[in-house]
């Protein structure tokens, strides 16, 4: 209920009134049954934007620290998440992404749309970057297709870090669905999943036009956090006089 509630009455009339989204390829998400839509992820507004123009109700895995945030705050943002339907995944430990993908295929398993980001984390710079074959594993198990979509302008609206978002033109673009049919059976080839995910991320880039990055966005981050702390550490700041 508080997700229709949010989509009609509160959420989706509010985003449509600010970011006045132009809707590209809408009829490329299937009316019924179980698909898995991939996309970019440039913005925490991605979120919100997808949900209120499609007329199905998605489910997205949402990263874990959405709902185990302290305070008032904290509370008020997983209630939020959970009464949206959005799934909570910890992203940390080697069994994160088996416990991503069991909760994919029960959302697919249920006929309904499930939302995937492959990059697996946001962008930081506004390129796209490797997925993730988790997508791979769960279109494959599940047997159903995958809509690529790409989110233009939302980096530009509101890019990382920032909590109001700008007024600014946004493009939500769906491309043919993807057909994996043929790799039925094949979910543990490590080749096959690299090739469906590879297949998948460039069908996001046709759409998106993004410059791309073959490596992970979490391993890029990480390698320029370190570098920043390296700089602050070898060149610190002086005291004001």
């Not at 769906?174 to 057909?179: E, I, T, V």
């Not at 995910?197 to 391993?219: G, H, K, N, P, W």
């Not at 920043?228 to 070898?234: I, L, M, N, S, V």
């Amino acid at each position: 209920m508080f997700y229709y509630l949010l989509k009609y009455v509160v959420l989706g009339p509010l985003l449509r009134l600010a970011f006045r989204p132009r809707i590209e390829g809408l009829e490329h998400v299937p009316a019924d049954g179980a698909a898995i839509v991939a996309g970019n992820h440039l913005s925490f507004a991605d979120h919100f934007l997808m949900p209120a123009i499609l007329k199905r109700r998605i489910t997205f895995l949402a990263k874990a620290e959405y709902f185990t945030g302290p305070g008032i705050k904290g509370r008020l943002t997983a209630a939020f998440f959970r009464s949206a339907g959005q799934i909570p995944v910890d992203r940390s430990g080697k069994d994160a992404g088996q416990a991503a993908i069991r909760e994919g295929l029960g959302v697919l398993h249920k006929g309904e749309l499930l939302g995937i980001y492959p990059e697996g984390t946001r962008s930081h710079d506004g390129r796209l970057y490797k997925g993730k074959v988790g997508v791979a594993v769960m279109a494959l198990k599940a047997g159903v297709p995958v809509v690529p979509c790409a989110m233009i302008g939302t980096f530009e609206a509101q890019p990382p870090g920032q909590v109001i978002p700008n007024i600014h033109p946004v493009v939500i673009r769906f491309g043919k669905p993807l057909d994996f049919s043929r790799y039925a059976g094949m979910e543990n080839e490590k080749a096959i999943l690299r090739a469906v995910t590879d297949e998948i991320m460039y069908a996001i880039l046709s759409l998106s036009e993004q410059e791309y990055v073959d490596r992970y966005a979490a391993a890029v981050k990480a390698e320029e956090a370190e570098d920043t702390a390296q700089k602050a550490g070898r060149f610190p700041r002086m005291p004001l006089s």
